[in-house]
T-cell receptor
Framework: AQTVTQSQPEMSVQEAETVTLSCTYDTSESDYYLFWYKQPPSRQMILVIRQEAYKQQNATENRFSVNFQKAAKSFSLKISDSQLGDAAMYFC???????????????FGKGTKLSVKP | DGGITQSPKYLFRKEGQNVTLSCEQNLNHDAMYWYRQDPGQGLRLIYYSQIVNDFQKGDIAEGYSVSREKKESFPLTVTSAQKNPTAFYLCAARQPGQGAGELFFGEGSRLTVL
């Protein structure tokens, strides 16, 4: 079974600085997808960034980028120029590829709470 | 705007009572999911449905039931058999074959058992 591990329960960053959140996963599959979701105090889950395992290039969305190391099974999230609105819980998630008969559900890590100091 | 609507946002229940959480989507997505969120536990899958009139148990289905009579609706019933129902419940949907298959979430329902 696949597992997702986020080893940092809490992180803190100064406004305008850069922070990296860690995520590792365990799988024997070669076809899969990885995601980072943000959950602000409103509790709604918002997709931050996605990465297809077959793509070597790291995904980027504005101030958010990932460092995807497939061999090491690592998928870290870098937030540049941190803003007060970035304060939230961040969840790393894994989905099996469709060719493996994926049911489409995501497997989540336990989350990292990010605080942003003004 | 397309999205997922969960209701009620807050719900209180006495022990021994069943309660149903509503989830409606207008995204026209085939697959729908229910997750439970507890502090420090991340999200755990309760039930999912890939098509109307079909659904499957997730990792923690005991004490819960669902139905999928319409594509846009996937209600979750928390029964009296659920030993620890106080939690935050999230409904999600996705369209298989579209993009990376990310889930789109509702705003959640907070259930408290008194």
């Amino acid at each position: 079974a696949q597992t997702v591990t986020q080893s940092q329960p809490e992180m803190s960053v100064q406004e305008a600085e850069t922070v990296t959140l860690s995520c590792t996963y365990d799988t024997s599959e070669s076809d899969y997808y990885l995601f980072w979701y943000k959950q602000p105090p409103s509790r709604q889950m918002i997709l931050v960034i996605r990465q297809e395992a077959y793509k070597q290039q790291n995904a980027t969305e504005n101030r958010f980028s990932v460092n995807f190391q497939k061999a090491a099974k690592s998928f870290s999230l870098k937030i540049s120029d941190s803003q007060l609105g970035d304060a939230a819980m961040y969840f790393c998630a894994y989905r099996s590829g469709d060719y493996g008969g994926s049911q489409g559900n995501l497997i989540f890590g336990k989350g990292t709470k990010l605080s942003v100091k003004p | 705007d397309g999205g997922i609507t969960q209701s009620p946002k807050y719900l209180f229940r006495k022990e021994g009572q069943n309660v149903t959480l509503s989830c409606e989507q207008n995204l026209n997505h085939d697959a729908m999911y229910w997750y439970r969120q507890d502090p420090g536990q991340g999200l755990r899958l309760i039930y999912y449905s890939q098509i109307v009139n079909d659904f499957q148990k997730g990792d923690i289905a005991e004490g819960y039931s669902v139905s999928r009579e319409k594509k846009e609706s996937f209600p979750l019933t928390v029964t009296s058999a659920q030993k620890n129902p106080t939690a935050f419940y999230l409904c999600a949907a996705r369209q298989p074959g579209q993009g990376a298959g990310e889930l789109f979430f509702g705003e959640g329902s907070r259930l408290t058992v008194l």
